[in-house]
T-cell receptor
Framework: GQNIDQPTEMTATEGAIVQINCTYQTSGFNGLFWYQQHAGEAPTFLSYNVLDGLEEKGRFSSFLSRSKGYSYLLLKELQMKDSASYLCAVRDSNYQLIWGAGTKLIIKP | ETGVTQTPRHLVMGMTNKKSLKCEQHLGHNAMYWYKQSAKKPLELMFVYNFKEQTENNSVPSRFSPECPNSSHLFLHLHTLQPEDSALYLC??????????????FGAGSRLTVL
């Protein structure tokens, strides 16, 4: 079966750096997405990786290793507003999106 | 308004009621989606419409009935639901619905409680 694994919950301190991992086993690969979802709000798109390597976008970076079935989302200079759930999703060979259950990130002062 | 708008934001219904969820997108996208989000579970794709044609129905029970009258509007008609159907129902849209980057724009969701 197809599977996306990410930690259920993580805690980090304001101003610090946190890395949220995502591992996947899917039938083929056509891109990996990260979305952010604040409580009670819509998920919003953060990043898309289809080639190996690091994509940087301000304080957020996303890394992909296709050979290892692995991605991470790196958040720097954490702010209280970064408290949210982070959803990892992989598009398989049929261009279907397979979703992880999300990682709830708690930022403490 | 911009983006994807869902109404109502909250809905409580009995198992014998009939209600509808509405989604409207103002982005000019041609694909629209219904997802179910339950606590601590992955998003479950329910239905996909491309250019108003239903292209996916992921074995969703017939008590959920989608309707897409045009590319901007999507409805989810609900009848004789079960308590386990209580969840957040998310609507999303995208530009191509196919093999491009296909970034989804989500609405804030309709929180459904079935008593």
């Amino acid at each position: 079966g197809q599977n996306i694994d990410q930690p259920t919950e993580m805690t980090a301190t304001e101003g610090a750096i946190v890395q949220i991992n995502c591992t996947y086993q899917t039938s083929g690969f056509n891109g990996l997405f990260w979305y952010q979802q604040h409580a009670g709000e819509a998920p919003t798109f953060l990043s898309y990786n289809v080639l190996d390597g690091l994509e940087e976008k301000g304080r957020f970076s996303s890394f992909l290793s296709r050979s290892k079935g692995y991605s991470y989302l790196l958040l720097k200079e954490l702010q209280m507003k970064d408290s949210a759930s982070y959803l990892c999703a992989v598009r398989d060979s049929n261009y279907q999106l397979i979703w992880g259950a999300g990682t709830k990130l708690i930022i403490k002062p | 308004e911009t983006g994807v708008t869902q109404t109502p934001r909250h809905l409580v219904m009995g198992m014998t009621n009939k209600k509808s969820l509405k989604c409207e997108q103002h982005l000019g996208h041609n694909a629209m989606y219904w997802y179910k989000q339950s606590a601590k579970k992955p998003l479950e794709l329910m239905f996909v419409y491309n250019f108003k044609e239903q292209t996916e129905n992921n074995s969703v029970p017939s008590r959920f009935s989608p309707e897409c009258p045009n590319s901007s509007h999507l409805f989810l008609h609900l009848h004789t639901l079960q308590p386990e159907d209580s969840a957040l129902y998310l609507c999303a849209s995208s530009q191509d619905g196919g093999r491009g980057a296909n970034v989804l724009t989500f609405g804030a969701g309709s929180r459904l409680t079935v008593l």
